[in-house]
C-alpha cells in the first residue's frame, strides 16, 4: 500500500488528489479543486494554499509520493515560463522536502525536481501527458477529447501513449491538438465577433461583460455550482443575471432586449463554440493518415456532455466512450492530479 | 462672460473641460481625465473624484453651468442603463445644487436632470452627440471618424448635426457606426482569434495577457505616456514588456519566439484592426445616397493619426481633416466635455 499525493498547478484551478492505493483496482481517491487565479494573488499564498490542500486531503496520513503537473507557469503571474516552472517546483520542495516529487514530461517520464528545472520546457504545461497516459492504460489506440474549464485538448494516443505532433503549448495550437476555448472561461469575443438580434448581426463589445458559463448555465449545460469560476460582474449565477450579462455584450441591457432575444444569442453562441472544437478535431484527423471516424474517441472534462460528445456524434464518429462512465470513477478522474497520482501508485506497485 | 464645467463620464475614463468663456474666439479651456473604471471601483468614489477634479480645474472660480455626457451606464457597475444614469446624475444634482445642469440628448438638444432621469434612453450614451454638434459647427456636413482609446464613432453629419441611423448604441453598433474597437484597450481576440508565425497560422488564448495598446506601442504610434490605461498584467509600458505580452497570446514567451516574429504578429493585428474599422466605415457609406467619398472626413481621438487617417486615406477619401489641426485647439478638443461645455457656452452667450 502506498499514499500518494497529486497537484494539478493551474493558472486558474489547483488541483489535488490523494491516493490510498492497495491496488489496480483496490484504491481510495480523495480530491480538491481550489479557485485561485494566479495573477490575483501574491506568490506568497501559493504555499499556503498547498498546505491547506495536504491537510485537507491526506489529513495525518503519511505521504510517500507527490506528482505534480503544472500549466501555471503560462500565467502572467510569471514574466517567462522558465520563472514560473521554477517558482512551483522549489515550492513543492520546500513543501516536501523529504519524499520523492515527480513531475510528468512530454517525454511521457516522470522527472525529478532537479530534471525539471534543468529541461523546464519538457515539463511545461505538460498535464495533458499524465490524463492521456492514464487513458492509453484503458485505449491503448483513441482519440482523448478533453473539455475542461477553460482549454480543450484533442490528444491521439497510440500503444497507450500520447501522439501528438505538438508537445508545447504552442506547437499543439498550431496543430489543432490544444484549442483555447473552455466550458466556463472562455470569453465571449473569442467565440464569436457578431450575434444575431432582431433579424440582423450585430458586432459586440470586447469588455468583459459575460462568459461563456453564462450561455451554458442559461442552456442548462452547467449547474450554478458548476459554474465554479468567478462570473464577469461580480453578480450571481443565476439566469436572471447570466441574461443581464449577455445583454451587455450588445451595449444593451434585460430592459432593451427580451429573454428570448437574449436565449436566441446563447444559442448562437454555443453553435459557434462547437464549430471551434469541431474545426481542431478536423484539423487533427485530417493531419494524419492513423486515425479516423472508426477510431475510438473518449470525452472527459466539464464539457464532455454537452460540448464533446456532440462534436463527436456531429462529425460521425462511431464509438464514443465517456470516461467517467467507462472507469466507474467519480467526476474528476481524468484530472491530470488523479492522473497523475494514479499512474505514480501502479509504477510504485511495479517496482 | 461665463464659466463653465463640461464632464464626460465614461466607464473607464472620466474627463473634466472648465471653460471661461468671453466669446465664440476667445476662451481658456482647462481639461482633465481620470482613469476610473467604473466596475472596479466603490459607487460612493464618484462623487469624490468629481469633486477633486472641480477643484483641480475651477480652483476657486465661480462655476455658472454644468454639462454633462455620459456612457458609463453601460458598464457592469450598474444592473441597468436605467439605474446607472438615475445614479451619475442625482450625484450631479447633490455636487451642484444650485447650478443649471445640462445633460445632451440623442435629439440634439440639452435635458434637464429631472427630463434626463424620465427620458433616461435619450441621453444614455449620448456623449457622441456632443462631438457631432461641435464638429458640425465647422464642418455642416462631413462623415466625423472619432477613434478613442475604446470605441469607434462613425457619424454622418448633416446641416450641422448629427445624422445617424442608430441612435442608441447597439442600434449603432448595427449600422456600423459603433465600433466597439479603440486605440488602447482593444483585447486581442475582440481583433483576431489567429495570428501567423513561422509560416503558419496559429489560434491564440482567450486569457487577457496584451491588449492592442502594447501593438500600438511596438509600432510607434502611441508613447508611453498616451498608453493611459492599466496594462493586461501589471507590468511596464515598455516595448520589452509589451513583447512579452504579446508572447502570451500564443502561450509562449520571449525566450521561445523571437522579437522579429512579435513585431510580424504586432503588424498582422494593427492590419486587422484597420480592417475592422474600415469595414463599419464601408457599411455607413453603402447604406445612404447623401454620402460619398467627396464628402469631407474629419478625424480625431487619440487614434486620429495611425487608425482613422490610414483608412479614410486607404478607402479614398479626398478631403481629410484633423479636427486638432483645423481648430488649433489642443488635444482634447473633441472630447464630449469640452464639446459639450463649449456648446452650452454658446447658446448662454446667444441668449
Redesign the interface.
Known sequence: MVNIMGFDVGGVNIKGAFITHSSKTDFDIKICSKYHPM?LHNPEEFPKLLQEMITELAGDHLIELCGITLTAE???AY????EGVTHILTTFSKIFPQIPKKIISIYNKFLSITEALEDYMAVA?ANWVATALFVGRKFPKCLLLDIGSTTTDIIPIADGIPDTIGK???DR??N?E????GAL???I??IA?KVP?RG?I????????ALIADVHLLLNHITADEYSCDT????QKTNQDAL??LA?I????????SESELYEIANYLYERQLDQIAE?LRQVLTSREDYDLTVPIVVTGLGRDFLAKKIAKKIGFQQIFDLQEKLGIKGAVASPAVAIALLLAEEYEAT
Do not use: N, Q
Request: charged fraction near 25%.
Open positions: 495573477w503560462v500565467s502572467d514574466f517567462t515560463k522558465k504545461s508545447t503549448d504552442m495550437l498550431l489543432g490544444l484549442i483555447y476555448t472561461r472562455s470569453t469575443p473569442s465577433h438580434i440582423k450585430c458586432p459586440i463589445s470586447f469588455e468583459k461583460f464577469a460582474d461580480g453578480r443581464a450579462r451587455r450588445i451595449c444593451a441591457d434585460i430592459e432593451l432586449i481542431g
